[in-house]
């Protein structure tokens, strides 16, 4: 019963496709990345990266954030914009520099779950409420960096849709 209620609403795919949602959600973690610096790593051998010697055993930590915007790699890096992850078509592509979960054989372990509780959390929020800043109040987009970057408090409205 249940499963077949699954069937007929979602389908048998784990994540129904929404490209703009995915783009979206994809641009907010690239804006606003949680954690932005990567776990310390030590080099294993001495070598030349972009210029400068980094000996064997010297301890590395990736700023992550320099990359998510990179001028390189995203058309407007400091603009909020989800068509960095949309092609012409308008299907989801995802950049190979969107590394907010770091990269390579160490990368986060929790990406999976976190992308399954971001999907479940901004799809459920935006079915019921829809969003906006009070009026007069201009967005912000400030935080408090640290190990995490924090927003600062702020104001939000959520109005319940009656659909």
Known sequence: MVQAEID????????PSMADRDAVIHEIQRIVNIVPLGLPRFSTKD???GGYHIPKGMQVIVNLTS??????????????NPGHFLDKEG???KNPAFI????????????SLAKMELFLFFTSFLQRFSFSVPPGVKPMMDFRFG????????????TPRHL
């Open 8 to 15: 007929r609403v979602i389908g048998q795919s784990r994540q």
């Open 47 to 49: 070598i030349q990266l």
């Open 67 to 80: 990359v998510l915007f990179d001028k390189n790699e995203w058309e407007t890096p400091h603009t909020f």
């Open 91 to 93: 299907k989801f592509v």
């Open 100 to 111: 907010p979960f770091s990269a390579g054989k160490r990368v986060c372990l929790g990406e």
């Open 147 to 158: 190990i995490t970057l924090a927003p600062l408090p702020h104001e939000i409205c959520a």
